[in-house]
Nanobody, 115 residues
Framework: QVHLVESGGGLVQTGGSLKLSCAAS????????MAWYRQAPGKQREMVAT???????NYGDSVKGRFTISRDNAENTVYLQMNSLKPEDTAVYYC?????????WGQGTQVTVSS
């Protein structure tokens, strides 16, 4: 299996920035893609951004132009740069890795944006 650990969450004011990190360990060779999801209280979990092994990216409509997903293959780490943050971005952010055998999830990191 693959173990994922998120970091970088915290409290930020509206318009500010945060950068989340997701470090992967274990059978990292089996990863097909990685993604960031988020879930706010009372809402379903939503896809924020994905990145494939060849570097192709996709973003949820609500974060396009503000968030950027990137990766460091040498360190098996995926990042999410979040700019122009809004209160509606407040959520627990989860790192996800996709494999032939299934998905792995991190424990999540809290992002809170104050108005």
């Amino acid at each position: 299996q693959v173990h994922l650990v998120e970091s970088g969450g915290g409290l930020v004011q509206t318009g500010g920035s945060l950068k989340l990190s997701c470090a992967a360990s274990g059978r990292v060779f089996s990863i097909k893609a990685m993604a960031w999801y988020r879930q706010a209280p009372g809402k379903q979990r939503e896809m924020v951004a994905t990145i494939t092994t060849d570097g192709s990216t996709n973003y949820g409509d609500s974060v396009k132009g503000r968030f950027t997903i990137s990766r460091d293959n040498a360190e098996n780490t995926v990042y999410l740069q979040m700019n122009s943050l809004k209160p509606e971005d407040t959520a627990v952010y989860y790192c996800n890795s996709r494999h032939l055998f299934g998905d792995n999830w991190g424990q999540g990191t809290q992002v809170t944006v104050s108005s």
